[in-house]
């Protein structure tokens, strides 16, 4: 070997040492900079003639492990997506209160039922009276504040959701814009560890934010892919998210890929987009849904005792609320009997009138000689039947009852048959008495059949999402009323297999007349109004949604329309606390007594009695008493909250698991590193003396030609 190669081979040495104590130096440098990927130098002999004529450093390369950072990944977009439902759940729970506590909202209804258990001791104090309605309001005022809660934790999430895509976005760029200079770097043959951590970084943070797969480009680089296998980023640009948001459906994650303009829907599993998804679409609406069937039938149960009872003295004029359906419609099915009263300001009978729904009758006094009537003419008929002592009438889907010369009227059902339509009484169904109100129509149970009008304008239109179990959206139908016809007419329209929802699931009718969508298969598809123009009775009427509660917004809006009724809430004298007594009547003796408090007693049981609850958020369709069903809310949003935080204590710990033997793996070991800085400079010391012996070799040369 010439002078000249033992001197290259030595410099080549030299080099490579110095390379590789530089890289030595950055490792320790950066030990404690979070997502650093310590660095390796890979140096390879240069051979000629079968010689080793030094060596080349042929790359400096992260240290960095596919599988351990796929797993990483994974874990990192689970503990993401179990953090922000934790965290939300723990917020909404903390709405309720501690059931445990008297503060919570919960105890509140003990507090009602305890209030009309007072008063009914003692039914002619308004101090009493005004206690139970205050509890009442609290009830539901606080009960109208969880669910305006609730609704702002669903918009701050959707708020979140907009935020959280353009990171997402930001990050695609940049992580597709570090693909281009990686490349360039190693082409040119320079060190691209730098802007390969930096984009190591990127991608650590993008799959916090929505679950990623990362493949390496062959030229340096990563190809970034969603869960369904999508290229984001790294195959010919970065591609674009974009959160669609319709109001009372799900939202959805659509994504435009490079080169086109035509955005597609991308499935994401996990992640914080998926956490927030899911919170928004899911978990709240839930919670919102059974709030709703809770306040709800807590309403109805106290209404139901209110409309067996009577104020004392009884009121002139009982206005029910807006069934949303016609005067046939509503008065047709009933069955049993009631009696309609006209009770002078001594609590005597002066008109008393028995209807006999079963046989189509009205009689005076119990006197024989029954008037027919149809569901059509009730009112005019039960006019009739008053004797000029009061009036009836059907408007805007509420019957009026109206006494005449100052005579107050009251309602009962008979004690043998009482009557009854979807599971309540005469009374209680048409709202003639409520002691809560509502703005809206809050109650599905309409008692309609599949042989009823449905009495929808022909050729509006209602637009329904088909989604499956996990809310992605199948497709929109857009569904027209069929013009005359009855309920089965437009059930026909609606699960229609082509028009309609058919092909996966039938909307039916049950036995109260609620409208229920059961899914077909194994799907679990579900539906969502996106759009209703619909109208009952013309313009002004009540949409196919607000009467069956057909979308999500009405379903949950209901907590928030109910208010006690405004004649009571300004005098609590007019609080329903007596029962019409006609046993008392037939004696020639008051019907209605001041101080009877078993009005106030059936109110203070409200919370015993059997209730209808509907399958909703998750809790299965059941007869129980309110106090039992609040009992069984309750424990469901507790469990709930404990479960979304044991899931996220389980991914927590699998994600900082997947860090360690990540970091064991990738990160700077002092260690190691010394070990690799002692290699380095005694390799750095022999090419040094290689490079004096050449020299000294020189030196005698040149000595030995002078």
Known sequence: MSLSAIMSSANSGLMAAQTG????????????????????????????????????????????????????????AASAEAGVISDNLDR???????????????????????????????????????????????????????????????????????????????????????????????????????????????????????????????????????????????????????????????GEITVTLPG???????????????????????????????????????????????????????????????????????????????????????????????????????????VPGSTPFTPGNFAANLTTALGGQGTASFTNGALTITGNGGRGVAITDDATTPSQKAGKGFSHFLGMNDLVSSRGFPFYETGVKTTDPHGFTAGDTISLRIADRNGERIRDVTVAVPAGGTMQDLLNALNAPTTGVGTYGQYALDADGAL????????????????????????????????????????????????????????????ALAKLDLAQAALNKPALASGDGRGAILLSKAGETMARFGAVGGLAASNMSVSRYAQEFAGSIGRKADAAASRQTVAEAVAAEADVRRTSAEGVNLDQELISMTTYQQAFSASARLVQASKDMYDVLLMMTD
């Open 260 to 366: 086109s303009s035509s955005p597609v829907n991308t499935r994401i599993t996990s992640g914080e987009i998926r956490g927030l998804l899911d919170l928004r679409d899911k978990e709240l609406p839930a919670l919102s849904d059974q709030l709703s069937e809770f306040v709800t039938r807590s309403v109805d149960e106290l209404n139901r005792a209110h409309n067996a009872s009577s104020a004392v003295p009884a009121p002139t004029s009982l206005t029910g609320r807006n069934t949303g359906l016609d005067q046939a419609t509503a008065l047709r099915g009933f069955t049993g009997k009631t009696t309609v009263a006209m009770v002078d300001s001594t609590g005597m009978i002066t008109r008393q009138v028995e209807i006999d729904f079963d046989a189509g009758t009205m009689s005076v006094g119990g």
């Open 21 to 76: 104590l530089r890289t030595v130096s950055d490792n320790i440098a950066n030990i404690n900079t979070p997502g650093y990927v310590r660095k390796l130098v890979n140096q390879t002999q240069l051979v000629s003639a079968g010689l080793g004529v030094g060596v080349s450093i042929e790359s400096i390369q992260r240290a960095a492990d596919q599988f351990l950072q796929r797993a990483s990944l994974t874990a990192k």
């Open 92 to 250: 909404a729970q903390a709405l309720f209160g501690d059931p445990s506590t008297s503060s919570s909202f919960f105890s509140r209804l003990d507090e009602i039922y305890a209030a009309f258990s007072s008063t009914g001791t003692d039914s002619s104090s308004n101090i009493r009276r005004g206690q139970a309605i205050d509890n009442v309001t609290d009830f539901l005022g606080e009960a109208s504040r969880i669910a305006s809660s609730l609704q702002d934790m669903g918009k701050e999430a959707d708020s979140r959701l907009a935020s959280t895509v353009d990171r997402a976005n930001e990050l695609l760029k940049e992580i597709d814009s570090l693909n281009g200079d990686i490349s360039r770097s190693l082409i040119q043959g320079n060190d691209a560890t730098g802007s390969e951590n930096i984009q190591s970084q990127l991608i650590d943070e993008l799959s916090g934010l929505m679950d990623i797969n990362v493949t390496p480009r062959n030229n340096g680089g990563f190809v970034i892919r969603g869960a369904d296998g999508m290229a984001l980023a790294g195959a010919g640009g970065a591609a674009t998210l974009k959160y669609v948001r319709t109001e009372g459906v799900a």
């Open 516 to 575: 229920k969508f059961t899914p077909s298969g194994s799907a679990g598809a579900a539906i969502a109004v996106v759009q209703d123009g619909t109208e009952r009775g013309g313009p002004g009427g009540p949409s196919m949604s607000q009467l069956f509660g057909m979308g999500q917004a009405e379903r949950v809006g209901r907590v928030s329309s109910f208010q006690i009724r405004d004649d009571i809430a300004k005098d609590p004298a007019k609080l």
